[in-house]
């Protein structure tokens, strides 16, 4: 009997989820943690900012690398190390160039990010990057090979060190020697914002000895023609990726700078990026989804009904994503407890970013037509369009909606993105949608949503059952559409639009 690839990419995406979702949720109680016991909006807003060049720099270190491994190690099966090898040197030599670039040009960087007092934090950054990085691709491997448990175990161990390392600075030791802790070494180089830095440069680290095994395939050497291909392919995923994070994380720069001037910017930064966070949610799905998907829809594409296939996952996700929508916006008053008081004021971004995120997880899903036919330059063009959107949007709207202007500017273009990809894909890899069960999920989801507002007079039992009540029906709703795909095989067929 042929197995059910929805239950396979759903197993798939649980046990990744165990190296996301778990790692993140865990990292996640350091919001608290920053936000109520140890920083000041102000503080945690250079956090935020710093992290959002974090994940910039990433982007372009590691240049579409991953996917293209992916891509080359189906087609040189019988030559995976090869793969291996050549992806590995090439983030390696590049990860050691940037590093002695950024180590001897510190202070520059510094003053160009108006962070001219903290050379420090432009290093760990650029460790952090560096490492990350290089791991890249043992990681892509792991996938690669389905092992998934292993994977995840790392992912685990990485943000428990991470963690640790945090509560060990900013917390115990603090409050160990409340009087005498400044004078310690290692808080005369670095203030307590530093601190995280420090953490994850421990923790990136002991993720790249944790994967000395997955090395024993590494050989330092390039196949200079394997190379070119992985470079054709990924370079245009380079542009997909920096976009997206164009998208994700530039607002938190752009604050600083288009924020009118009698505004504390960094403090603003902070109550914005602590609600942000509010998203968690559906950000860690996303992310589990697409480390299961990009391996899953590749597998799947010589099948004769990939199409059919792909069209109910998408019609899963979608159902999903709005659960997840529903279930942080009916429980609001108990997810705001994860952020410190001071921060609250910030809390009508959380709708607009939930439903960013989930377009983006539609234009992931949207993203076979162009991965597939490799028409990556494609995807490319779409994601330039929405990070100049993101962009132009928080110009316009930061002077005069301040954050909320950015949550909207996220808004405006996950949706353009996802709308766009919709209708270009259908001309190139056309894939039947199901568009009414889709279409129905998000008026219930939406209605619900706004019904909630509503009924701000109930007590808070009377509002936890109501939004309980809704959340029930809701599911029951997606579960009659969807069921059929997950208690049978998969069958040849094109979905009803």
Same mark, same amino acid.
């Given at each position: 009997?042929?197995?059910?690839?929805?239950?396979?990419?759903?197993?798939?995406?649980?046990?990744?989820?165990?190296?996301?979702?778990?790692?993140?949720?865990?990292?996640?109680?350091?919001?608290?943690?920053?936000?109520?016991?140890?920083?000041?909006?102000?503080?945690?807003?250079?956090?935020?900012?710093?992290?959002?060049?974090?994940?910039?720099?990433?982007?372009?270190?590691?240049?579409?690398?991953?996917?293209?491994?992916?891509?080359?190690?189906?087609?040189?099966?019988?030559?995976?190390?090869?793969?291996?090898?050549?992806?590995?040197?090439?983030?390696?030599?590049?990860?050691?160039?940037?590093?002695?670039?950024?180590?001897?040009?510190?202070?520059?960087?510094?003053?160009?990010?108006?962070?001219?007092?903290?050379?420090?934090?432009?290093?760990?950054?650029?460790?952090?990057?560096?490492?990350?990085?290089?791991?890249?691709?043992?990681?892509?491997?792991?996938?690669?090979?389905?092992?998934?448990?292993?994977?995840?175990?790392?992912?685990?161990?990485?943000?428990?060190?991470?963690?640790?390392?945090?509560?060990?600075?900013?917390?115990?030791?603090?409050?160990?020697?409340?009087?005498?802790?400044?004078?310690?070494?290692?808080?005369?180089?670095?203030?307590?914002?530093?601190?995280?830095?420090?953490?994850?440069?421990?923790?990136?680290?002991?993720?790249?000895?944790?994967?000395?095994?997955?090395?024993?395939?590494?050989?330092?050497?390039?196949?200079?023609?394997?190379?070119?291909?992985?470079?054709?392919?990924?370079?245009?995923?380079?542009?997909?990726?920096?976009?997206?994070?164009?998208?994700?994380?530039?607002?938190?720069?752009?604050?600083?700078?288009?924020?009118?001037?009698?505004?504390?910017?960094?403090?603003?930064?902070?109550?914005? @990026?602590?609600?942000?966070?509010?998203?968690? +949610?559906? *950000? =860690? !799905? $996303?992310?589990? &989804?697409?480390?299961?998907?990009? %391996?899953?829809?590749?597998?799947?594409?010589?099948?004769?009904?990939?199409?059919?296939?792909?069209?109910?996952?998408?019609?899963?996700?979608? @159902?999903?994503?709005?659960?997840?929508?529903? +279930?942080? *916006? =009916? !429980? $609001?008053?108990? &997810?705001?407890?994860?952020?410190? %008081?001071?921060?609250?004021?910030?809390?009508?971004?959380?709708?607009?970013?939930?439903?960013?995120?989930?377009?983006?997880?539609?234009?992931?899903?949207?993203?076979?037509?162009?991965?597939?036919?490799?028409?990556?330059?494609?995807?490319?063009?779409?994601?330039?369009?929405?990070?100049?959107?993101?962009?132009?949007?928080?110009?316009?709207?930061?002077?005069?909606?301040?954050?909320?202007?950015?949550?909207?500017?996220?808004?405006?273009?996950?949706?353009?993105?996802?709308?766009?990809?919709?209708?270009?894909?259908?001309?190139?890899?056309?894939?039947?949608?199901?568009?009414?069960?889709?279409?129905?999920?998000?008026?219930?989801?939406?209605?619900?949503?706004?019904?909630?507002?509503?009924?701000?007079?109930?007590?808070?039992?009377?509002?936890?059952?109501?939004?309980?009540?809704?959340?029930?029906?809701?599911?029951?709703?997606?579960?009659?559409?969807?069921?059929?795909?997950?208690?049978?095989?998969?069958?040849?067929?094109?979905?009803?639009?």
């Amino acid at each position: 009997m042929a197995s059910n690839p929805l239950k396979k990419l759903a197993g798939d995406t649980l046990i990744y989820g165990m190296g996301t979702i778990v790692p993140r949720l865990l990292n996640y109680l350091l919001v608290p943690v920053y936000t109520i016991w140890v920083f000041t909006p102000e503080q945690y807003g250079k956090v935020t900012e710093l992290y959002a060049f974090v994940a910039i720099l990433l982007v372009l270190l590691t240049y579409g690398m991953e996917i293209s491994f992916f891509r080359y190690a189906n087609e040189y099966k019988n030559d995976v190390k090869s793969v291996f090898s050549t992806a590995t040197t090439s983030l390696l030599i590049t990860s050691t160039v940037f590093l002695i670039v950024v180590f001897f040009n510190k202070l520059s960087i510094a003053r160009f990010i108006k962070y001219s007092g903290h050379p420090e934090f432009i290093v760990m950054i650029a460790l952090i990057v560096g490492l990350d990085a290089i791991s890249t691709i043992p990681f892509a491997y792991l996938r690669y090979r389905n092992k998934a448990r292993r994977f995840s175990t790392i992912k685990i161990v990485n943000v428990i060190i991470a963690i640790t390392f945090n509560i060990i600075l900013l917390i115990v030791i603090p409050r160990t020697y409340p009087n005498t802790y400044q004078h310690f070494w290692l808080y005369r180089i670095t203030p307590l914002v530093g601190m995280v830095f420090l953490a994850n440069v421990l923790a990136s680290f002991s993720t790249i000895l944790l994967l000395l095994p997955e090395m024993r395939y590494f050989k330092l050497s390039i196949d200079k023609v394997l190379l070119k291909k992985l470079l054709t392919y990924g370079l245009p995923i380079l542009v997909i990726g920096l976009a997206g994070m164009i998208n994700e994380v530039s607002d938190k720069i752009l604050l600083r700078y288009y924020l009118p001037h009698n505004l504390n910017a960094e403090a603003i930064i902070g109550i914005y @990026g602590a609600n942000y966070k509010l998203a968690i +949610l559906m *950000m =860690l !799905f $996303i992310q589990m &989804f697409r480390y299961a998907a990009e %391996p899953f829809f590749f597998a799947e594409y010589e099948k004769s009904d990939a199409k059919t296939t792909y069209s109910r996952v998408m019609t899963a996700f979608v @159902g999903f994503t709005w659960f997840i929508f529903l +279930l942080v *916006m =009916l !429980f $609001i008053d108990g &997810f705001k407890q994860f952020i410190g %008081p001071a921060f609250w004021v910030g809390l009508q971004i959380v709708p607009i970013v939930l439903m960013a995120k989930l377009f983006l997880g539609v234009f992931y899903n949207l993203s076979v037509w162009y991965k597939l036919t490799d028409k990556t330059i494609y995807g490319g063009l779409v994601a330039v369009f929405g990070a100049t959107v993101t962009i132009v949007l928080n110009i316009i709207l930061i002077p005069k909606y301040g954050y909320v202007g950015s949550a909207w500017a996220n808004f405006f273009c996950y949706f353009s993105m996802m709308m766009i990809s919709y209708l270009w894909g259908r001309k190139i890899f056309l894939v039947h949608y199901e568009m009414k069960k889709i279409g129905l999920f998000t008026v219930i989801a939406l209605l619900f949503y706004f019904l909630s507002t509503r009924l701000q007079g109930l007590s808070t039992k009377e509002h936890m059952l109501t939004g309980a009540g809704m959340l029930l029906v809701y599911s029951v709703v997606v579960w009659i559409a969807i069921r059929k795909y997950v208690i049978t095989r998969n069958v040849p067929g094109t979905p009803s639009l």
